[in-house]
């Protein structure tokens, strides 16, 4: 028979096996099609009165052909008029209401996100404004020149930044005539040559239902998220998906890219192609990238580049997995003079790692951090919605949240040396190095084919 003392122990150790389950469980997501073909995904979350909407489209840069920077000027367009309302009208209407509307594209997605209160008539004037800017866009000529000039000064701003230089560089490398070596702003040259009709068909082929996922977190139930679904994609043509982007070639050897730039620092980027979404490898290589160097102060980079040899403040490692497979990342920054061995050290941690594979206790300080701190990820409205995008989108299965901490404590030692081993070869990585100061010789930097 239990004493008071007992019952009070017992019923509070399972309240916490329940909570901590509970912090490690993903949200529960429910997912349908619109009447004209756009895929949905919703997670219901009534602790405040509000809705955060983002609406995805197979649009982004990938997609530009050779008019480099065409999708996201595209989506950038979509707030400077609708139907009967310029810019003005429209930043006007959302700011009565507190709400955010925003629109942007990367490499593989064009995405327009909503932010408002569900209380009405909030709501209804915010989604009214978020439909019609995706179905009625007008992409007035005025604002056309104007967004057309601001993005000139950016694409100028960014050959002013080693980094940026440097980056854009690198994708070339990596990507070669695949659509993801340009960057989403496009050049000077494509930009100045764009046409405003260029922008009305773009988005008539892209901006259509069949090419939308849209995911929906908040303060509604499934009746009235349906119906919200429906109105923000009733005015968009069922159309159809654009086919699969091609497959992104390996590099068969090793590049390297030097940039002479006025600096007292080199910036040293190197990469290959790594993995796409939904990849086989993708928890295996997650974890055993955050013990390479994406884990910040305590990464292998980290204590074989800063704190052992005061080679760089800074050096990171990642993946950026796309549609087709994105690259596999490193980086840091280092004196002129320091940019070989910089270069060495960065290039012997990596073949290390791949021919040793991290310690067991790497492994698990490493699964302990993703896990203890996955809680903290999923913890807002708009990051739920961020993974409700990325999910639908990519056609992930929608228990990826609820398995996430099970598939991680699941990776192995054995694993990650192996999967390393198969996907990264440190013989075939591009490398640029931007740096060097005017006139500095960079024509043969030492370890470079490393």
């Known amino acids: 028979m239990f004493t008071n003392s007992r019952r009070f122990v017992l019923w509070s150790s399972m309240l916490l096996l329940v909570a901590a389950s509970a912090l490690h469980a993903g949200p529960t997501i ?55 309302w310029n810019a003005d009208a429209i930043a006007e209407r959302l700011e009565n209401l507190g709400a955010n509307l925003s ?27 978020l439909s019609l800017l995706l179905t009625a866009p007008t992409f007035p000529e005025a604002d056309f020149e104007r967004q057309r000039s601001n993005r000139l000064i950016a694409l100028r701003r960014d050959e002013e930044s080693p980094r ?87 590099l068969t050897a090793a590049v390297l890219e030097p940039i002479t730039f006025p600096s007292s620092q080199t910036t040293l980027l190197a990469g290959q192609p790594g993995m796409r979404r939904g990849d086989p490898d993708y928890f295996v290589l997650y974890v055993g990238n955050h013990i390479l160097g994406g884990s910040g102060l305590v990464s292998l980079l980290m204590e074989e580049i800063r704190e052992k040899r005061g080679l ?28 070989d061995q910089a270069q060495d050290v960065m290039l012997e941690t990596l073949q290390r790692f791949i021919t040793e594979g991290p310690s067991d206790a790497e492994l698990t300080a490493a699964k302990r951090n993703i896990t203890g701190g996955f809680p903290l990820r999923i913890a807002s409205n708009s990051d739920i ?66």
């Open 103 to 129: 629109a942007s594209a990367d490499r593989d997605t064009a995405t327009v996100s909503l932010r408002t209160l569900t209380r009405q008539p909030a709501m209804d004037t915010a989604v009214e404004t």
């Open 312 to 339: 760089s403040y800074s050096t990171y490692s990642y993946f950026s997995p796309l549609a087709q497979p994105g690259p596999f990342l490193m980086g840091l920054q280092t004196k002129n003079d320091q940019a």
């Open 385 to 450: 919605v961020g993974y409700l995008a990325m999910m639908g989108f990519y056609g992930l299965p929608l228990d990826y949240l609820d398995r996430f901490t099970d598939r991680i404590e699941a990776v192995t030692v054995e694993q990650i040396q192996e999967a390393f081993a198969r996907r990264i070869d440190p013989d075939r990585l591009a490398i640029v190095r931007v740096g060097g100061g005017q006139g500095a010789d960079q024509a043969a930097p030492a370890g470079g084919e490393g």
């Open 164 to 250: 940026s230089v440097g980056q854009k560089a690198l994708y070339r490398q990596i990507f070669g005539s695949h659509p993801y070596a340009t960057d989403p702003a496009g050049t000077a040259e494509t930009i100045r040559a764009l046409t405003r009709e260029d922008l009305v068909d773009f988005h008539r082929a892209h901006y259509v239902a069949a090419n939308a996922v849209v995911a929906i977190v908040g303060d509604l139930d499934r009746a009235q998220a349906e119906e919200l679904a429906t109105r923000i994609t009733a005015g968009l043509p069922r159309g159809e998906a654009p086919p699969p982007l091609p497959e992104v070639p390996a």
């Open 30 to 84: 429910q997912s349908w099609e619109t009447p004209n073909g756009a895929r949905v995904l919703f997670v219901p979350s009534p602790e405040l009165p509000m809705v955060d909407v983002s609406v995805v489209f197979d649009g982004g840069s990938a997609r530009d052909g050779a008019r480099f920077g065409l999708a996201s000027m595209t989506a950038s367009m979509l707030t400077q008029g609708a139907g009967e």
